[in-house]
């Protein structure tokens, strides 16, 4: 196995210039905070056969490992700057480490994120990433500024991920090519970091967006935790919920299941005032973002689900447990 | 199992202000930097039966998995601030997250280093902490920073933690007393950030010390990593190196070796000029840090360990890569 010092540099350390005062190689990185600006800081930890299926293309690997990352600080409206990567590997695979260095820095460079310093160990795979954004003080987009009354949104697409997941284990079956198109959702979600910033950084006095996160367990329990942040509840279209395009030729209960319930979309749900939606889709638009409104928050408590007619729903709990990405 | 929810919110979020502006529970935790200091900023990966046995305590655990990434601050002269922890778990044991906690938090409210994000998952037991600390600019304590003609310098004592290692494994027999305090310095080391504050953020306009680095891996292969990045060499007296109390014991040999390249020390070795001793003899005062002058800082390139005479020391290194922790 090669020693720790020779995996970091030639996998690792690159010759280039970067934000950081100080990068990779000494007992901390150095950086220098943009004064006046807050710092926005995630942590995500992803681990073999519970967040990617052993023998996981590195490439997508190392793509996605920092996608749910920047993806934290697109639902905050943090512009990224910086991350650390903590490794623990089975052995020095070349091959492998080649794929993820690639991949990691592939999306590290398109969004100018630095890789400033971490750790690498022998272990069970595990991959710790935490990163760095910056925001202005007061443009945070954060769980618990719901308010009644805000429409509901919704970024891209929903569902893809959770019925490529259903396609390999046999829950449902797909054509090869559908799976195929399906299996990139999951394995390389789009961080809607461009979104997030459009919404947060609004060059209006305040944000235009209220409330953010990006949906990482399924869209319902996600929304959940902005409803019970903000003290609010909030009525969901089920049927305006956009679906992924794989999704989309599937039967509408799947529809509905998958695009409300799915999991790994990294998709941003946000909620904003009535009189900000021109402001929204202009957003949506600056940063090439699909965006589609579908629901509201309620004063009253509580998630009601409900069809294209407005009628509630009767999509039973037990049966999205079932499908929830446990 | 705990959900993640229940799980965080039970064990690891506090009900107490912090500094800062946002804490556990949203997409990103918000930190607001202070006007003109910079971030240092480091990360530690801790898997079991690498980094600690199956089966350690968990109180201790805690204190050692926050400890490592003090002592990273503490080396670059940095004040602890905050950190992040992601946790794998292979089960939601409340007695172990119990005590896990119960470490960590000592740990962290004795240095005002508050938690303010990370994640929790199912997996290998596997402990992840990035910790952030402030200084000013131009005080950071680099590992480039060595001078010819420098004193070296190593905090506290050496080699106890190596010696408990070595009872542990039966390669050495210690009365069960002796191996019981080594052991501590094992699973409880004291990261030295009085000590590294006092170094770096000097009253002068300048740090005291010019280089350091946390000794984790053996005294002599660490300050390899200073003499490689600063461009210099160095004469080490072996026989100044400060044995912790139980290897002070033992023969001179072990005494020897263990110091020299022991490893799990989280000591700090640093280098000051010659016209700073009585200025980091003070250092050691104010922060009730034990300092000790060990050697000499040469522009000749190379490591040369010599003896209480100076004599050069027959230390082969194939005795020391076997005794190295791997």
Known sequence: MLSEFDLIKRYFKRDRPGRAVLGIGDDCALLQPTPGRQLAISSDM????????????????GHKALAVNLSDLAAMGARPVAFTLSLALP???????????????????????????????????????????????????????????????????????????????????????????????????TPRVALGLALGLAPSSAPIAHAALDISDGLTGDLGHILAASGVGATLNVDALPAGPVLAR????????????????????????????????DAGRQSDTQVTRVGTIDAQAGLRLVDADGKPLELGLAGWDHFAAG
Chains 1, 2 share one sequence.
Not at 46 to 61: I, S, Y
Not at 140 to 150: E, N
Not at 254 to 264: E, K, N, P, Q, Y
């Open 46 to 61: 992803l681990v073999e056969g519970r967040h990617f299926f052993a023998g996981a293309d590195p490439r997508m690997l």
């Open 91 to 189: 052995g020095a695979d070349p091959a492998w480490l080649e794929g993820f260095a690639q991949g990691l820095f592939a999306l590290a460079d398109a969004h100018g994120c630095e890789l400033i310093g971490g750790d690498t160990t022998k272990g069970p795979l595990n991959i710790c990433i935490t990163v760095f954004g910056e925001l202005a003080p007061g443009h945070a987009l954060r769980r618990d500024a719901a308010q009644a009354g805000d429409d509901i949104w919704i970024s891209g697409t929903l569902g893809d991920a959770r019925l490529a997941l259903a396609g390999y284990l046999n829950e449902i079956a797909l054509e090869p090519q559908a799976l195929e198109q399906a299996g990139l959702r999951m394995h390389l979600p």
């Open 250 to 281: 599937q039967g509408r209960d799947l529809r509905r299941r998958f695009t409300a319930a799915g999991g790994d979309d990294y998709e941003l749900c946000f909620t904003a005032p009535a009189g900000a939606r021109a402001a929204v889709i």
